[in-house]
């Protein structure tokens, strides 16, 4: 295990609601991330908290919003989501926001959009 | 934008035989590397990574290179085994507004059969 911890592992949900995600890491991180990964595509970098500031959203769709309280635990709050949003969500940490350290991944949620 | 890509999807490879997974990368400016093997049902494991001061780093079994003439990455496995098979992403760091972030390539998918 990498020491960070996604639920749930799998979420399947309507247009029309309203659910969250939740990351944790145990590894003393001070930056997490969330990642989408789509079937064929790379991984597209959603959102960067470093401190528990957000410091990247790569043009996220507002229907996607985060939330960091602390250092160790990021959310992702989901609403009226479309059926193109079905794929794997990763969270991932690393020690700090800088060039040349690893980010450690999550085991990802997997959302069912219908 | 500059973007890192994976010169083949898929590589199949008879169990004991080494393997060699190759990426190139366009952005010169990237100092930093690291490769990533995801199982199906888990998120992305790191492996190995090397910076651009180095031009070859060893774990175990593992080997990276870096040709930074060529912007070309490689990762070699030695002796692969089933429990290798996975699909293997190469990450370059790069600079964004707000400090580094992932970029990452599309993958490739190893198989390895007996």
């Known amino acids: 295990e990498t020491g960070v911890t996604q639920t749930p592992r799998h979420l399947v949900m309507g247009m029309t609601n309203k659910k969250s995600l939740k990351c944790e890491q145990h590894?003393?991180?001070?930056?997490m991330y969330w990642y989408k990964q789509s079937a064929k595509k790379p991984l597209e970098l959603m959102f960067v908290?470093?401190?528990?500031?957000?410091?990247e959203n790569n043009s996220v769709p507002s229907r996607f919003s985060p939330e960091c309280p602390n250092s160790s635990h990021l959310f992702l709050h989901l609403h009226t989501l479309q059926p193109e949003d079905s794929a794997l969500y990763l969270c991932a940490s690393s020690r700090k926001l800088a060039g040349e350290d690893t980010q450690y991944f999550g085991p990802g949620t997997r959302l069912t959009v219908l | 934008g500059e973007s890192v890509g994976l010169h083949l999807p898929t590589l199949s490879v008879q169990e004991g035989d080494n393997s060699i997974i190759n990426c190139a990368y366009s952005n010169s400016a990237s100092d930093y590397f690291i490769w990533y093997k995801q199982e199906s049902g888990k998120g992305p494991q790191f492996i190995i990574d090397?910076?651009?001061?180095?031009d070859k780093r060893q774990g175990q079994r593992v080997t990276v290179l870096l040709n930074k003439t060529v912007k070309h990455l490689s990762l070699q496995i030695a002796a692969t085994q089933p429990g290798d098979s996975a699909v293997y992403f190469c990450a370059e760091n790069i600079r964004t507004d707000s400090g580094y972030a992932l970029n990452f390539g599309k993958g490739t998918s190893l198989l390895v059969t007996p």
């Open positions: 090397i910076r651009s001061n180095m």
């Open positions: 908290y470093n401190f528990k500031e957000q410091t």
């Open positions: 590894l003393g991180h001070n930056a």
